[in-house]
């Protein structure tokens, strides 16, 4: 069965610094992984995702991740944060098969203060 | 606006009840799925449908069920409601929805409060 981590439930950073967002995953398989944001009172919107090739990965608003097979991590990135950065980011695992099924992580907050 | 519409956006009921979610699908999507999302649980697959017919299960409760019809929305059907199953419910969609390369659209999700 897969799980995933994220290691953090809140995160907390000023505006302009630098952030990451951890993401550990468990399969016997092989997987596709992807991070979603939430802003709130909304929906769920893709960041990015992996599903094979190069292991680092570039998403919308600026964000990117990198595939860590060895350590079964998938980490979020982003140089500077904006203030509408604010919002809850959720690490997702599906695999090979003939569902689309995914598995979410707890979440993590990313709170971007001024 | 990701293209996938549910309603209501809100309901407040007791408990024991029976309510109805809907969800439509993007255009040219034919695969829905439905997740629910709450504090202690976060957020967990419970289903999905592909063209009509039951894709996968996830931790779907037997008091919960659900159907795709062929115009390709779904609805969802919760039944003798418990205060445990409030949770804001998410739909989403797929173009196929025969593997998880898919990128899958979001809903705005249905706020369930059982009293």
């Known amino acids: 069965a897969q799980s995933v981590t994220q290691l953090d439930s809140q995160v907390p950073v000023f505006e302009e610094a630098p952030v990451e967002l951890r993401c550990n995953y468990s399969?016997?398989?092989?997987?596709?992984l992807f991070w979603y944001v939430q802003y709130p009172n909304q929906g769920l919107q893709l960041l990015l995702k992996?599903?094979?090739?190069?292991?680092l990965v570039k998403g919308i608003n600026g964000f990117e991740a990198e595939f860590n097979k060895s350590q079964t991590s998938f980490h979020l990135r982003k140089p500077s944060v904006h203030i509408s950065d604010t919002a809850e980011y959720f690490c997702a695992v599906g695999r090979l098969g003939n569902t689309g099924k995914l598995i979410f992580g707890q979440g993590t907050t990313l709170q971007v203060k001024p | 606006d990701s293209g996938v519409t549910q309603t209501p956006k809100h309901l407040i009921t007791a408990t024991g009840q029976r309510v109805t979610l809907r969800c439509s699908p993007r255009?040219?999507?034919?695969?829905v799925y439905w997740y629910q999302q709450s504090l202690d649980q976060g957020l967990q697959f419970l289903i999905q449908?592909?063209?009509?017919?039951?894709?996968a299960k996830g931790n779907i409760l037997e008091r919960f069920s659900a159907q795709q019809f062929p115009d390709l929305h779904s609805e969802l059907n919760l039944s003798s409601l418990e205060l445990g199953d409030s949770a804001l419910y998410f739909c989403?969609?797929?173009?196929?929805?025969?593997?998880?390369?898919?990128?899958?659209?979001f809903g705005p999700g249905t706020r369930l409060t059982v009293l």
């Open positions: 989403a969609s797929s173009v196929s929805g025969t593997g998880s390369t898919d990128t899958q659209y």
């Open positions: 399969s016997s398989v092989s997987v596709y």
């Open positions: 255009s040219g999507d034919l695969s």
């Open positions: 992996y599903l094979s090739g190069s292991t």
């Open positions: 449908y592909y063209n009509g017919e039951e894709r």
